[in-house]
C-alpha cells in the first residue's frame, strides 16, 4: 500500500479527538467557505486569511441534513472549533470542502446536546480529507472520508446514511457497524449525512 493512500486514513482517524482552539469569529452564511473566515473585503467576498485557497476545481460540499423532529449542534472542527451551528429539524448544514494542513482534514462533529462539544456528549464524527494525486500523468483529486461515533451514539434508534458511499453507509438503528466506514470520491461529489431518516 502507498504512502499516499496510508495517510488520509490516519489523518481521519485521529480527527475525532483532536482538541483544537476555539475560534470566535462569527460566520452569517451557510456555506463555510475555504479558509472559514469572515469577508475581509468590503464586496462580502470570502477571502481567506490563513490558508491559500486549494487548487481543487469545483469542489463539493459537506451536507448534513437534520431529518429529526428536534434540532442538532454542529461545530467544524481543523486546527480551530467554527461557532457552533443549530440546525433545526427539516434545514440542513452546508459546507465547502476545505483543506487544513496543521490537522490533516475536517471533522464535522454533530451532537443532540446544546454544548456537546465540551461535556463529552455522544457525538457523530463526519470527517473529510482533501488529496491529490498523479495517476497515469494526470492529477486526481479526491475526498477521502468517514463516519464514526465517539463517547456513544447520538442517533441511536435513527437511521443515519450518508451518500454517495460504496459500499453504501447506511446505520439503521444509528449505531455503526464493525469495520471501516472510510470511503473515497471525487473532489467534486456533494456528500450527503442524513440523520433520522432519509430524505431522496
Known amino acids: 500500500m502507498y504512502l499516499s493512500s496510508i495517510l488520509p486514513l490516519v489523518s481521519l482517524a485521529t480527527l475525532a479527538f483532536s482538541s483544537p482552539t476555539i475560534h470566535n469569529n462569527k460566520l452569517e452564511s451557510r456555506d463555510v ?111 477521502w472520508y468517514d463516519l464514526s461515533d465517539v463517547f456513544g451514539d447520538p442517533f441511536v434508534g435513527y437511521t443515519v446514511t450518508l451518500r454517495p458511499a460504496e459500499p453504501a453507509i447506511c446505520w439503521k438503528d444509528g449505531v455503526p457497524p464493525a469495520g471501516s466506514q472510510v470511503r473515497v470520491v471525487d473532489s467534486s461529489t456533494d456528500l450527503v449525512l442524513s440523520v433520522c431518516g432519509d430524505i431522496i
Not at 467576498?45 to 429529526?68: D, E, M
Open 33 to 143: 467557505p475555504y479558509g472559514a473566515f469572515a469577508p475581509s473585503s468590503s464586496n462580502g467576498q470570502w477571502i481567506p486569511t490563513s490558508t491559500p485557497p486549494p487548487t481543487h476545481q469545483s469542489l463539493g460540499h459537506a451536507i448534513v441534513q437534520n431529518n429529526c423532529h428536534f434540532p442538532i449542534y454542529i461545530w467544524s472542527v481543523a486546527s480551530t472549533v467554527l461557532p457552533m451551528r443549530t440546525i433545526l429539524p427539516n434545514d440542513q448544514y452546508r459546507e465547502l470542502f476545505r483543506e487544513n494542513p496543521d490537522t490533516g482534514g475536517i471533522a464535522v462533529k454533530i451532537s443532540t446536546n446544546r454544548n456537546g462539544l465540551y461535556t463529552s456528549a455522544p457525538q457523530m464524527i463526519f470527517a473529510y480529507n482533501l488529496s491529490s494525486s498523479q495517476e497515469q500523468g494526470q492529477r486526481q483529486d479526491k475526498v
